[in-house]
Nanobody
């Protein structure tokens, strides 16, 4: 399994970014996928998930209404459109498979190297 994120950067509050995750090494179209993030000094936080066929999507309360997850199974690529960014969104963002959410932690079977998103004026 290989997951390669891109699209991060520095953006002002209220701005937008679109993250991409290129996947290989597994049958992309049969896996549900997620975005998770890790802010400085904190653990992994679940952001959003999408089913294998792209029909069902879910979001954390902190990003609902601002972020949109999507996928292109023909291109083996996962996306995260982030709008109305806030300083609290600053983190390293990872695409991941096999995400499990516990009361005190989030774990992923596989994740990429991450892409840094910094929201600052």
């Amino acid at each position: 399994v290989q997951l390669v994120e891109s699209g991060g950067g520095l953006v002002q509050p209220g701005g937008s970014l679109r993250l991409s995750c290129a996947a290989s090494g597994f049958t992309f179209s049969t896996y549900g996928l997620s975005w998770v993030r890790q802010a400085p000094g904190k653990g992994l936080e679940w952001v959003s998930s999408i089913t294998a066929n792209g029909v069902q999507k879910s979001y954390s309360d902190s990003v609902k209404g601002r972020f949109t997850i999507d996928r292109d199974n023909a291109k083996n690529t996962l996306y995260l459109q982030m709008n109305s960014l806030k300083t609290d969104d600053t983190a390293v963002y990872y695409c991941a498979t096999g995400v499990q959410i516990y009361s005190d932690s989030v774990r992923a079977s596989h994740r990429g190297q991450g892409t840094q998103v910094t929201v600052s004026s």
